[in-house]
């Protein structure tokens, strides 16, 4: 008996491939921002990725001022758009460092002109589901009136936060599981400690999220001015000692919250742990509560 033969099926139509348009450089950013008892710490790496390519950018921007009626400090990490991120600072720098005639900038002023220019650079955005920020500022204001504020701003949107802020692939689930390992209910600590976290969070994210890498950036923001603790070229240490101890204090940083992490040590061990670290980072950087 013969085999019935079939008319073959039409082919199921394919549809064309379109490249995506990718635009040129994208910061997968780690970005994190820890306001303490007596100050701001921000920390970022500071990759960048763009067609297959890897290179290091600052991802942690300060501006700062200092006249007789005026002095504050401010610190902008994010995650997005570099290019976004660019017209950003741009457009703060020139409200509040080139504008001659704002003298006595007081936090409400400064709040408002980052406000006003992160609605204005996503306005202006071609393709505001790609080309944004994300951006965490950290503000401390000392002449005319003292106040230190953590602005968190998503997109066109700012508020302020208390605690820890999270950005890019600090927003993450990893992130917030290492922070709730190691995180009190109430985040009441020191610039000290907060710069340990930090220095941790960011190494663990680096080795474990996908486009995160390079040198950890690492900025304190206290008493309206700003120390950056990793960078040699820009920094504003009290002590003049090598940065390799900056690369001492990271690793001191790892191996503490190892040890943290360890449900087999004891909670007396852990606190002289921490008391060590702690008094290393004080004596090198100058840092006293």
């Not at 996503?122 to 504020?149: G, W």
């Not at 968190?152 to 820890?164: F, N, P, Q």
């Not at 996908?210 to 240490?237: H, P, Y």
Request: negative net charge; contains cysteine.
């Amino acid at each position: 008996m013969a085999t019935p033969r079939f008319p073959p099926l039409p082919k199921r139509p394919v549809p064309p491939y379109i490249r995506p348009n990718e635009r040129g450089n994208k910061a997968m950013t780690i970005a994190l921002g820890f306001k303490c008892i007596d100050g701001i710490v921000l920390c970022s790496d500071s990759q960048i990725t763009g067609h297959a390519l890897k290179f290091s950018a600052t991802k942690i921007g300060v501006l700062n001022r200092l006249t007789e009626n005026s002095q504050w400090a401010l610190g902008v990490t994010y995650a997005g758009d570099p290019d976004v991120m660019d017209s950003f600072y741009d457009r703060i720098s020139e409200r509040l460092i080139q504008d001659k005639q704002a003298e006595a900038q007081d936090a409400a002023s400064i709040k408002e002109v980052i406000e006003e220019s992160l609605h204005s650079v996503h306005e202006k955005s071609a393709d505001k589901d790609n080309e944004y920020i994300d951006v965490i500022c950290a503000l401390s204001v000392r002449r005319p009136q003292p106040k230190t504020l953590m602005l968190v701003g998503r997109r066109t949107t700012l508020h302020e936060a208390d605690g820890i802020a999270f950005a890019g692939a600090g927003d993450s689930s990893l992130a917030r599981f290492l922070v709730e390992r190691i995180h009190p209910e109430r985040f009441d600590v020191y610039v000290d400690e907060a710069m340990l976290w930090g220095a941790y969070l960011v190494e663990q994210i680096k080795e474990f999220v996908s486009g995160c890498g390079k040198k950890t950036q690492m900025v304190v923001i206290k008493n309206g001015a700003w120390t950056d603790i990793f960078d040699s070229s820009e920094a504003r240490l009290k002590s003049e000692k090598s940065i390799s101890l900056a690369k001492n204090f990271q690793e001191c940083a790892q191996e503490l919250f190892a040890s943290l992490l360890n449900p087999e040590n004891t909670t007396e061990t852990l606190h002289q742990k921490i008391d060590a670290a702690k008094k290393e980072i004080n004596d090198f950087y100058g840092i006293s509560n």
